[in-house]
């Protein structure tokens, strides 16, 4: 039972370059989102979507793009990685309300990002 | 917007001392509650959860009560382990929308 996976654990760019991270989950959950972890400010929401085809924007947005063509992936584009960007990334997703009570979010293991 | 607001860190406790871990919210809507744990170098475990007022959520000996009247969840265990040393987040859920405390670090000493 795989759950939330998101490739790649560690990666250092230099800034400018772009990067995708990869997030799929094999539950079939509706929701998914990114969010970003940096040292006393919790996690912030990045992007999210709702269902396949359907995204919006978060918290902190600047600098990202999301997609969602199917259920089950939901990459995170930098577009030109800047070093405000290192942090660690952690992707989630869970089902929409059931019975009109909201869901726990299921986490992967995080991406360590390092912008040079 | 939706706030959360969690006691700051770091904690140091002694094995088989009480912990709480105070976390007080702003929302607009009925939001639902969590703890999650994150344990060294790992991505956030949920806890515990409630969904409504009143509601308590409780596992692994830790336990929160949904408090409407005081916009409170605080975490409590009566009796702590090494192994609980993690940084325990709450957070709010509303609309979809997951909004965190800063985190607490939690040090456990044998």
């Known amino acids: 039972n795989a759950g939330v996976t998101q490739t790649p654990k560690f990666q250092v760019l230099k800034t400018g370059q772009s990067m995708t991270l990869q997030c799929a989950q094999d539950m079939n959950h509706e929701y998914m989102s990114w969010y970003r972890q940096d040292p006393g400010m919790g996690l912030r929401l990045i992007h999210y979507s709702v269902g396949a085809g359907i995204t919006d924007q978060g918290e902190v947005p600047n600098g990202y793009n999301v997609s969602r063509s199917t259920t089950e992936d939901f990459p995170l584009r930098l577009l030109s990685a800047a070093p405000s960007q290192t942090s660690v990334y952690f992707c989630a997703s869970s089902p929409l309300r059931i019975s009109g009570s909201n869901q726990p979010q299921h986490f992967g293991d995080g991406t360590r990002l390092s912008i040079l | 917007g939706d706030s959360v607001t969690q006691m700051e860190g770091p904690v140091t406790l002694s094995e088989e001392a009480f912990l709480t871990i105070n976390c007080t919210y702003t929302?607009?809507?009925?939001?639902?509650l969590f703890w999650y744990v994150q344990y060294p170098g790992e991505g956030l475990q949920l806890l515990l959860k409630a969904t409504k007022a009143d509601d308590k959520g409780s596992n692994k000996g830790f336990e929160a009560t949904y408090r409407k009247e005081t916009t409170s969840f605080h975490l409590e265990k009566g009796s702590v382990q090494v192994s609980d040393s993690a940084v325990y987040f709450c957070?709010?859920?509303?609309?979809?929308?997951?909004?965190f405390g800063a985190g607490t670090t939690v040090t456990v000493r044998a």
């Open positions: 929302a607009t809507g009925y939001p639902s």
């Open positions: 957070a709010l859920l509303d609309d979809y929308k997951l909004s």
